[in-house]
């Protein structure tokens, strides 16, 4: 069993960014898929992002050129970054590893975008 633990969220003005972070409890071998995804009060919860083993990455239109998700090998971890931040970008954001038939979702973090 893997555990997933988020960080990073806050309260930020409009325009301003943001750095998530997933750290996993033990680095995965073999193919594996981290993905953020955010799910605000109302609403279901939505992918933002995804970066695979092999390095492909891919954005929710509503994010692409503003949020960068990107990986650090040595610390088991996945970031996202986000920059030009909207008051809609406001959710909880939760981070989800596919590896091996199996999946392990964090416990979120909340972002809040307001002035």
């Known amino acids: 069993q893997v555990q997933l633990v988020e960080s990073g969220g806050g309260l930020v003005q409009p325009g301003g960014s943001l750095r998530l972070s997933c750290a996993a409890s033990?680095?995965?071998?073999?193919?594996?898929?981290m993905a953020w995804y955010r799910q605000a009060p109302g609403n279901q919860r939505e992918l933002v992002a995804y970066?695979?083993?092999?390095?492909?990455?891919d954005y929710a239109d509503s994010v692409k050129g503003r949020f960068t998700i990107s990986r650090d090998n040595a610390k088991n971890t996945v970031d996202l970054q986000m920059n030009s931040l909207k008051p809609e970008d406001s959710a909880v954001y939760y981070c989800?590893?596919?590896?091996?038939?199996?999946?392990?979702w964090g416990q979120g973090t909340q972002v809040t975008v307001s002035s």
């Open positions: 989800k590893l596919q590896f091996s038939f199996q999946t392990a």
């Open positions: 033990r680095r995965i071998v073999g193919r594996w898929t």
């Open positions: 970066i695979r083993s092999e390095g492909n990455t």
